[in-house]
């Protein structure tokens, strides 16, 4: 699917979850941004299940990047990058081709394709698609990198355990950047992993809320009404699979304040304007305030489970009972914020480029 972040970056996704391969095509990078294929690498590691908290799938995620980059540099033309899919089993799914999955895209898939869309595991709306997502992401984040601009998010609630806000937040995306279980405070990581693992033992699954914070974003960057900072950085969010919701800065518990509370005094800190608080997340009339950027997202229970679930035969129109079959993850947060880091990256990079013209990651 063709995605564009804005005036200057293109995406175009494509494959499907038990198909040969899927792959991005990333259009509207300079010329001379140094490609890391070790840190691409590490990025595809962040996304790949992790044991019994995970879907027992296995996939290598080689990637090949076929045009668009020479010697170690993009070219300024476009990227193609493939990733070829190796544990592949239609067979699971066969059964129920004409099944609507509950909260799957499948009946949507059928009203939308008619019939003739990739069934197997969701097809072009599986999550394996992000995988690309990711892979065309490991260009965009060291060039943002060494522009001093840094994101990281962590997993900020799930099933009732609370992880610590951001505080320094350099050091805490620094630490996230590496972290196979993306929380801050390592203390609750193993009470997120049993209720993980005691929503799978029900047969259930489970949501949980990210939270991600962007350090180091220039102020002045974004436009107002229809290409917010806001408004882009969630139109990139929402193309993840299972993202319901999206706030910003204090989000929705603002409503509850008073303005003497929500606003964000403005202080001169070290010869630079800044804020004394970040109630509006860094984001100022669509713009960048050079705080900041701090929103949460909601990622809802994975839709496949081991519980027996009412649907209906799209083919037949008769009703119809469904219980999963195939690999799924009982939650997919600890996988999906590396995700999100990645289309972040892609939004931020197009609005940075937008502002300072198109050579500016070079």
């Not at 991600?212 to 193309?239: L, R």
Request: glycine share 12%; aromatic share 8%; net charge neutral.
């Amino acid at each position: 699917m063709k995605n564009t972040f804005g005036d200057s970056l293109t995406v175009t996704l494509f494959g499907e979850s038990h198909g040969e391969a899927i792959g991005a095509v990333l259009d509207g990078i300079a010329p001379g941004v140094k490609v890391d294929c070790a840190f691409i690498e590490k990025q595809l590691l962040l996304r790949r299940p992790a044991g019994a908290i995970s879907t027992s799938r296995k996939e290598a995620d080689k990637f090949r990047i076929l045009s668009g980059v020479v010697n170690g540099f993009t070219c300024g033309t476009p990227i193609c990058i493939v990733i070829e899919n190796g544990d592949i089993r239609q067979e699971d799914y066969s059964a129920f081709d004409d099944i609507a999955r509950p909260s799957h895209a499948d009946f949507t898939a059928r009203q939308k394709y008619h019939g003739f869309e990739a069934k197997s595991g969701g097809g072009h709306f599986s999550g394996r698609i992000t995988a690309a997502l990711v892979a065309a992401a490991g260009i965009v984040i060291p060039a943002l990198n060494r522009k001093g601009v840094y994101i990281g998010t962590h997993i900020k609630k799930l099933g009732g355990v609370s992880d610590r806000d951001f505080a320094d937040f350099k050091q805490d995306i620094a630490y996230l950047s590496d972290a196979r279980f993306a929380v801050l405070d390592t203390g609750v990581e193993s009470k997120m992993r049993d209720k993980i693992v005691a929503a799978a033992n029900e047969g259930d699954s489970i949501g949980a809320i990210l939270e991600t914070a962007v350090y180091g974003m220039p102020a002045g960057v974004g436009e107002p009404w229809f290409d917010t900072v806001e408004g882009k950085i969630s139109h990139a969010v929402f193309s993840v699979p299972a993202i319901k919701g999206i706030e910003f800065g204090a989000g929705f518990g603002i409503s509850d304040m008073k303005g003497s509370n929500a606003n964000d005094p403005f202080v001169i800190e070290n010869g630079e304007i800044k804020t004394a608080s970040n109630n509006n997340g860094g984001v100022l009339g669509g713009i960048t305030s050079g705080m900041p950027i701090v929103f949460r997202c909601a990622v809802k229970p994975t839709p496949t489970i081991c519980k027996e679930q009412k649907s209906v035969d799209m083919k037949n129109m008769t009703a119809a009972n469904i219980t999963a079959a195939g690999r799924h993850d009982p939650c997919i947060a600890h996988r999906a914020r590396v995700v999100v880091d990645s289309v972040t990256a892609l939004a931020l990079a197009d609005s940075l480029t937008v502002r300072f013209g198109t050579d500016w990651l070079a």
